[in-house]
T-cell receptor, first 113, second 112 residues
Framework: KQEVTQIPAALSVPEGENLVLNCSFT??????LQWFRQDPGKGLTSLLLIQSSQREQTSGRLNASLDKSSGRSTLYIAASQPGDSATYLC????????????FGTGTQLKVEL | DAGITQSPRHKVTETGTPVTLRCHQTENHRYMYWYRQDPGHGLRLIHY???????DKGEVSDGYSVSRSKTEDFLLTLESATSSQTSVYFC???????????FGPGTRLTVL
């Protein structure tokens, strides 16, 4: 059974700092990995999707990398801002079909002024 | 934002009563999903649909049923609600297999 872990569970950084969030998964036979953010009391917002054949994806100040063989992904946030404060979730699809995502429990990020 | 709405947004009900949650999309996406989110467990897939009248079970399907009679609507039914089904329920959609999943705003369900 696929298991997804995100460490740390919570992180506090000063504004302007570059930071890295980690995600690890136990079964490397994945189809893709997706990063989301969730604001308190809200739904999930998709940030980046990395297909299993890709090594990284970039969107603005966000860069996500994927190392399938080691079962790891990182989300890099450049020049963090207070508006980046949220919970960040990673999810993997696979092994097996059916578009089923397995989620980590998230990293709660606080960017302080 | 993807056009996904969920109704109701909040519901309080009593143990043993039936409950139906609705997910409606305006994107004409083929795949639709129901997840529940609980502290310490993260999001877990309940059921999903890969087309009209085509559904399959997820990780935590016991006590839930689903129906999809139109592309735009995916219903989640709790036949006889229990306190363990108190949770926040999210609907998601995706266009194709392996595509990004887009989430609705969620329904907070409390079973007393």
């Amino acid at each position: 059974k696929q298991e997804v872990t995100q460490i740390p569970a919570a992180l506090s950084v000063p504004e302007g700092e570059n930071l890295v969030l980690n995600c690890s998964f136990t079964d490397s036979a994945i189809y893709n990995l997706q990063w989301f953010r969730q604001d308190p009391g809200k739904g999930l917002t998709s940030l980046l999707l990395i297909q299993s054949s890709q090594r990284e994806q970039t969107s603005g100040r966000l860069n996500a990398s994927l190392d399938k063989s080691s079962g790891r992904s990182t989300l890099y946030i450049a020049a963090s801002q207070p508006g980046d404060s949220a919970t960040y979730l990673c999810a993997v699809e696979g092994p097996g079909g059916g578009n089923k995502l397995t989620f980590g429990t998230g990293t709660q990020l606080k960017v302080e002024l | 934002d993807a056009g996904i709405t969920q109704s109701p947004r909040h519901k309080v009900t009593e143990t043993g009563t039936p409950v139906t949650l609705r997910c409606h999309q305006t994107e004409n996406h083929r795949y639709m999903y129901w997840y529940r989110q609980d502290p310490g467990h993260g999001l877990r897939l309940i059921h999903y649909s890969y087309g009209v009248k085509d559904t399959d079970k997820g990780e935590v399907s016991d006590g839930y049923s689903v129906s999809r009679s139109k592309t735009e609507d995916f219903l989640l039914t709790l036949e006889s609600a229990t306190s363990s089904q108190t949770s926040v329920y999210f609907c998601a959609i995706s266009a194709l297999a392996g595509d990004e999943q887009y989430f609705g705003p969620g329904t907070r369900l409390t079973v007393l």
